[in-house]
Nanobody, 125 residues
């Protein structure tokens, strides 16, 4: 089972940007479907974005369309989430999930995948 690690979180002022990364130190995730989820305090974990292993198919939650971009560099075995125009509503722990199973249900199938420990994104009000 692959283990993934997220990085790139931090504190950013409203209107700022962050780029999250997800990779495995054990083996490349270049053949895995991957996605990003988030969990805000007191709320359930929710889907943010997903990409198939090739990067040709992507899915986004409505609340990030036009603001976030998921991408991947399979040569580096890394999946990214570029987040622009952040505001306090985006404060959450962001998790990467990967799965070798087919990407279904607009990316929601990744809930059954392998998760990282998460990276905190904080946008102060």
């Amino acid at each position: 089972q692959v283990h993934v690690v997220e990085s790139g979180g931090g504190l950013v002022q409203a209107g700022g940007s962050l780029k999250l990364s997800c990779a495995s130190s054990e083996r490349t995730i270049s053949t895995y479907n991957a996605g990003w989820f988030r969990q805000a305090p007191g709320k359930e974990r929710e889907f943010v974005a997903a990409t198939d292993w090739s990067g040709l198919t992507t899915y986004y939650a409505d609340f990030v369309k036009g603001r976030f971009t998921i991408s991947r560099d399979n040569a580096k075995g890394t999946v990214y989430l570029q987040m622009n125009g952040l505001n306090p509503e985006y404060t959450a722990v962001y998790y990467c999930a990967v799965d070798s199973a087919p990407l279904l249900s607009g990316g929601l199938s990744l809930f059954a995948g392998t998760w990282g420990q998460g990276t905190q994104v904080t946008v102060p009000s």
